[in-house]
């Protein structure tokens, strides 16, 4: 399992990804499911990925590939706007899975995969998007400037309820690692260590990037102080008066 | 969507069950998922469902059709272990879903549905079941005294951190609800009215009863206080103090 947060502020945006594969219990690995394309002063574009390991593998080294010999293609490295890298990666989906689909269905093996791509390319916006399994995707916007994908659910409140598109970088960085906090004590296929990349709007620099494992001091503090103040918080509020004991 | 929760702790077990039922948003109703059989003094069964409605109310019916008629029937209201009420509502849901599935699967309906059986006999102990679509099930344990149906996943990290075998009645049924409140603020088709019932262990009597609705003070109290304190935690925790204006 995985989990992959990504939001878009006034600010700029952060991307964090876990990176715990599993096929099945005894078969657990970390790999990267982030995945960058930049050049400085000229485009920073942020994959993150979630899914079937070889098929986002294979997604993200077709897009490697043309982007290292463009010839005349199109690639995420010349393309003129993130809607059409968005676009080159839903084609890159559907190409792999248009080849091993088939053969992983034989198995019953679930062949899905999303993702969510964020960046800013010079001369536009930056912009977010999450791409489904049949590569179409859509955008982020002011009013939703976040997107999951993966183990989604248990993350969700927090963010829900702090993330504004004009929160602050790092009071967002704050609030996606309690995300990822909640996520991974709820789910232990996702783990550390996380992936943190924090993007400044407007800087086409690929700026603060963070490998978070367990010796990381500031991600054990959150752990310990959520977990404390929710414990605290659940102690204040006072049980019902009702009176069980007898049929109502 | 439903969420129905039960614990089953040292005191007793508390039941909490949604009414929110949508096909499509444009098609909302509220339906009772809490059932109960009981007979004072002799047994006390909750039975908690989730799923395709039509599955799950004609699971119910049966269970209500064959105990009312008992000839020399087994069921609900004469089996003589909470155990063989799993195996009788095992046997029902497959009973339906064997009438109507064939057909539901012509229109791609999913006729999944699931079940919490909880409650006492007498001369057994309390005992805690969850059933699956398939008419199989597990049984609690006091490592694991809780299950959950339908929407589970917002409100599970609260039972979670709060709730063991020793969690007092009224502490548990706070932490329900807390976990409800999470469930409804992430999922709106998850929605008031909430059925509640508390039950003593060894009173083989059906005791509390609530039905907890928008004008419900202390569901209300929960609601604003978890909110107003989550925010409070989380502004207490410090951002980090990283420098993200340049690459690291």
């Not at 077709?62 to 005349?72: C, G, I, K, T, V």
Request: hydrophobic content about 40%; overall charge negative; aromatic content about 8%.
């Amino acid at each position: 399992m995985t989990y992959c947060a990504a939001v878009m502020l006034d600010a700029g945006m952060v991307f964090a990804s876990d990176s715990r594969t599993n096929a099945g219990v005894d078969h657990v690995s970390s790999y990267r499911k982030m995945h960058l394309f930049a050049a400085d002063g000229e485009r920073v574009i942020v994959i993150l990925s979630s899914g079937n390991l070889s098929v986002t593998q294979s997604t993200i080294s077709l897009l490697d590939q043309h982007a290292r010999n463009p010839d005349s293609h199109k690639t995420v490295m010349n393309a003129a706007s993130m809607y059409e890298v968005a676009e080159l990666v839903g084609a890159s989906v559907r190409e792999v899975r248009q080849r091993d689909g088939p053969y992983l269905q034989q198995s019953n093996v679930d062949a899905s995969a999303s993702f969510i791509i964020g960046g800013q390319i010079r001369g536009e916006q930056q912009r977010l998007f999450n791409l489904y399994t049949e590569g179409n995707f859509i955008e982020a916007t002011r009013e939703t400037p976040y997107f999951q994908i993966g183990e989604s659910k248990y993350g969700k409140p927090v963010i829900d309820r702090v993330v504004k598109a004009g929160t602050g970088l790092l009071e967002a960085t704050k609030c996606v690692l309690v995300s990822f906090d909640s996520t991974m004590r709820s789910n232990i296929s996702v783990g550390l260590p996380i992936d943190l990349l924090i993007y400044t709007r407007n800087s086409l620099r690929v700026g603060f990037q963070r490998h978070i494992d367990e010796d990381d001091a500031y991600f054990e503090m959150i752990h310990n102080q959520w977990g404390e103040g929710l414990r605290k918080v659940f102690a204040q509020l006072p049980n019902p008066d009702w009176d069980v004991s007898t049929p109502a």
